[in-house]
Every structure is written in C-alpha cells, then in structure tokens.
C-alpha cells in the first residue's frame, strides 16, 4: 500500500502561483510514476501531469503546459505541483496519484485508470 497526502491548496487570485505537496508514505519503492489530476464541480477528472519517479521525466496536459511544473524530492517521497499564472479555470480539487506500473509511453500515464492509489485531494480556487 502507499498513503498519498496532499496540502498546499487555497484561495488565490488570477495571475497568482500555489504550490501543492503530495506526500507519499508506505511501498513507495514499488512506485514507478506519480500524476496529479483535477477535478471542478459538476466535471470530469482531469489529467494535469505526471513525473516519473526514476529519472523525472515530466509530461503535462496542454492546458497547463508552460504554467505547471512537476518536481520530486526522491528523499522525501514528496512530489509537487507549482502552478503559476493561475486562472480562474484552474479551480478545481487537486489529487495526487501513485502507480506501480511502468509504461514506456507518456499518454498511459493520462489516464485515472493507470494510477493505483490516490490522495484525498486539496483544493485550489482562483477568483478574485
């Protein structure tokens, strides 16, 4: 099992940056990569971006790229999500989520179903 926590969300105002932590605590040595998704009210989950755990290869949706940045503390087992030049779109609650399995392709990783253990989430509203 790996426990994922969360922390970091808040209230921001547009043009603004958050950092959120994702902290993660068990098997982590069994964890090959770590997403963080979205959700806003009355929506889908949506992919935000991912990190592999070995080596730190980032990929993000396109509607983050440029603004979101994935880093890893291998130390810690803590993976964050600095997001800068929010929007006011960019509300939503925020997950981490760890998976065991290793895919050679960027696009598996896009998805909720490749992801074995979730965080509670922490959410993150931009509004002026």
Request: proline share 2%; net charge positive.
């Amino acid at each position: 099992q790996v426990h994922l926590v969360e922390s970091g969300g808040g209230l921001v105002q547009p043009g603004g940056s958050l950092r959120l932590s994702c902290v993660a605590s068990g098997r982590t040595f069994s964890v090959y990569a770590m997403g963080w998704f979205r959700q806003a009210p009355g929506k889908e989950r949506e992919f935000v971006g991912f990190i592999r755990w070995s080596g730190g290869n980032t990929y993000y949706a396109d509607s983050v790229k440029g603004r979101f940045t994935i880093s890893r503390d291998n130390t810690n087992s803590t993976v964050y999500l600095q997001m800068n030049s929010l929007k006011p779109e960019d509300s939503a609650v925020y997950s981490c989520a760890a998976a065991r399995y290793w895919y050679s392709g960027n696009v598996y990783y896009t998805s909720t179903s490749k992801y074995d253990f979730w965080g509670q989430g922490t959410r993150v509203t931009v509004s002026s």
